[in-house]
């Protein structure tokens, strides 16, 4: 296991642990560590950090993390991304006046095609 998937491994379990700040940063750090040739992991990895984002209300934050995961998943065709991303789309819906939430809620129907 690398030092990136043990970072957001760590974070993982923090979310699930309702910690998801300390999930954020771990993730973070994690994503960070990532070789480019690992995409298919970063758009995972974007996908927990936007979920421990939303959890904090930082909901345009979340959107657009959400939206940079969705975008790098639909680009390399990762159909169990683009579905766990997905997943997190009932968590916005209350709110699509936040800056970015409808974008990113208007790019997942276009999602399908490329998966």
């Known amino acids: 296991?690398?030092?990136a998937d043990l970072a957001v491994d760590s974070g993982r379990c923090l979310i699930d642990l309702g910690e998801p700040g300390a999930a954020r940063h771990q993730i973070a750090h994690g994503v960070?560590?990532?070789p480019?040739?690992?995409?298919?992991?970063?758009?995972v990895f974007?996908?927990?950090?936007?979920e421990s984002l939303l959890r904090q209300g930082e909901i345009d934050?979340?959107?657009?993390?959400a939206h940079q995961a969705l975008d790098?998943?639909?680009g390399i065709g990762a159909s169990r991304c683009i579905t766990q991303i997905?997943?997190?789309?009932?968590?916005?819906?209350?709110?699509?006046r936040v800056q970015g939430v409808e974008q990113f809620l208007g790019a997942l129907p276009s999602?399908?095609?490329a998966a």
């Open 86 to 96: 997905r997943n997190l789309a009932p968590g916005f819906r209350k709110h699509t």
């Open 1 to 3: 296991m690398s030092p």
């Open 61 to 65: 934050q979340s959107a657009a993390t």
């Open 36 to 43: 480019t040739a690992r995409d298919k992991t970063r758009a």
């Open 111 to 113: 999602a399908d095609a």
């Open 46 to 50: 974007l996908t927990y950090e936007a």
């Open 72 to 74: 790098l998943a639909c």
């Open 32 to 34: 960070s560590l990532l």
